[in-house]
């Protein structure tokens, strides 16, 4: 230790407004001073998650809900290709139900914290890098979904090459062999990985390299939420009790023997015939009394606890309760950024492994790459009125329209582009293949290439195109101006 720290010690310092005296601030001795943040690790309780996502609806929704919406909509090939190329890799997607394996990988990883998709190449070594241009015709099989439970990173070899992937474990061992699988060993490039909640390095150490399950942060809001919901159902057996007083009750039942059983058989007498017709029979010191149980502002507490849960998710309550917006709100706006939040996790996280997958089916299925500008873009999942939908077709009808007409673009293009709208637009989508091929791939001709006619002489003699001048009233010509008024 240098002379300088010599005999300083560690002094505890705190951040923010503190009050001693009043005993205010989070370092003063008050009960909000004793709060803190303990890690429950649910993430590695895979049988509470299990049990979770099983008896609980909002977990269920909060797990399916992103997952369902990240891959319900599907795509639009947006690059120049064949239209029956296209259609063979449409039809593929639906053959080998990618958008279903892709959706169970996103749920697993939203559970439990990762999954992997596995790319199946029939023929070739999981073990091995995967080298698209050894994909042979029809060898490709699909995906298949694994969770973080089934397979463990080896976390001794690393990807050394660097791009996004460096650092990361550079082979996966399949462990869950009971269902059929082999105890494989496969390599990342064969994987599309999906992480749940993403965690700094050391927190990602703990969790074996994986993310973190979407249960963990809600976890104490669900289990007041339910225990709420709970409270308040048995609060509705107790919404209405009678109550009767009787005087010398505790030596009665003491005593027993027929006083007893007499009590009972009138008790029983008041219940049967306690109704809006009937009469209550009872002794002249007994009393009878009702009570009632007011559920004022318990709505206001269920409805805060739901709130909670739909913001640790990020899921509004339209979407994961299915609750109707209240006051002047529709719930547009909160599905509106809903949707722009599912639409940039698309582009973050799907873009990438969906272009890997139309390479590989377009090597399997049509025996070449796709070009290096290939592009395609997510359909929307807002859903516009037929007002707007009409709209927005009779807009899109007449612009493609007027590009044709003006020469901008071919017939052939118009119909292709109009067809590739019609998802959205509903116009166009009786357009074939065979209808585009048979378009004139001319462009029509310019306003200014329509060659000026020749204009057309009338027959006889033309006017004579000498000026004429002004007659005076004496019946002579005069060369000067008539004066038609006076000053």
């Known amino acids: 230790m240098s002379r300088k720290n010599k005999g300083r010690r560690g002094v505890k310092t705190s951040d923010g407004y503190n009050n001693l005296v009043a005993r205010t601030g989070m370092q003063a001795e008050n009960q909000s001073a004793a709060g803190e943040y303990r890690p429950n690790f649910t993430s590695r309780n895979r049988l509470e998650i299990e049990w979770c996502y099983r008896s609980s609806w909002i977990v269920g929704a909060a797990v399916d809900a992103i997952a369902d919406d990240m891959t319900r909509k599907g795509i639009r090939i947006t690059s120049e290709m064949d239209p029956k190329a296209r259609g063979v890799i449409e039809s593929q997607f639906d053959a080998l139900e990618i958008w279903d394996k892709l959706n169970d ?134 919404a209405h009790l009678r109550t009767y007083s009787v005087d010398g009750l505790r030596q009665l039942i003491a005593t027993g023997g027929p006083a007893y059983e007499g009590f009972l058989k009138h008790m029983n007498m008041i219940r049967q015939f306690q109704s809006n017709e009937g009469l209550t029979l009872m002794d002249a010191k007994d009393t009878f009394e009702t009570h009632q149980y007011s559920f004022g502002g318990l709505d206001g507490v269920l409805s805060q ?156 003699n033309p006017i004579q195109n000498k000026p004429t001048q002004d007659s005076a009233s004496s019946g002579r010509y005069s060369k000067r101006f008539l004066r038609w008024f006076k000053r």
């Open 105 to 238: 990988v996103i749920k697993w990883a939203r559970l439990y914290g990762g999954a992997v998709g596995y790319i199946m190449i029939e023929g070739q070594d999981p073990s091995t890098p995967l080298r698209l241009e050894t994909i042979g015709e029809g060898t490709f099989k699909g995906v298949l979904p694994l969770d973080r439970w089934q397979l463990n990173p080896n976390l001794e070899q690393r990807i050394t090459e660097l791009g996004p992937h460096y650092t990361m474990p550079k082979f996966y061992d399949l462990v869950t062999t009971g269902t059929g699988l082999q105890g494989w060993r496969i390599h990342h490039s064969r994987l599309i990985r999906f992480d749940g909640v993403t965690l700094p390095y050391q927190q990602k150490i703990t969790e074996n390299e994986w993310g973190m399950s979407i249960i963990e942060r809600i976890f104490d809001r669900l289990t007041a939420y339910d225990s709420s919901t709970l409270g308040a159902a048995q609060l509705v057996f107790k």
């Open 305 to 460: 606890f739901s709130e909670q849960i739909s913001g640790a998710v990020q899921i509004p309550l339209v979407r994961l309760f299915g609750q109707s917006p209240q006051g002047f709100s529709t719930g547009d706006a909160d599905l509106a950024n809903y949707y722009d939040g599912i639409g940039s996790q698309q582009e973050r996280r799907l873009r990438n492994p969906l272009r890997r997958i139309i390479d590989i089916i377009s090597r399997s299925e049509l025996g070449v790459p796709i070009e290096d500008d290939f592009t395609f873009e997510f359909n929307p999942l807002w859903q516009m009125s037929d007002l707007d939908r009409s709209t927005v077709a009779l807009n899109t009808v007449n612009a493609i329209s007027t590009a044709v007409d003006s020469g901008l673009m071919t017939v052939k293009a118009g119909a292709t582009d109009l067809r590739e709208l019609s998802d959205i637009t509903g116009v166009g989508a009786s357009i074939t293949d065979e209808d585009i091929s048979n378009a004139e791939d001319e462009p029509p001709p310019n306003l200014g290439q329509v060659e000026e006619a020749t204009p057309e002489h009338s027959s006889g």
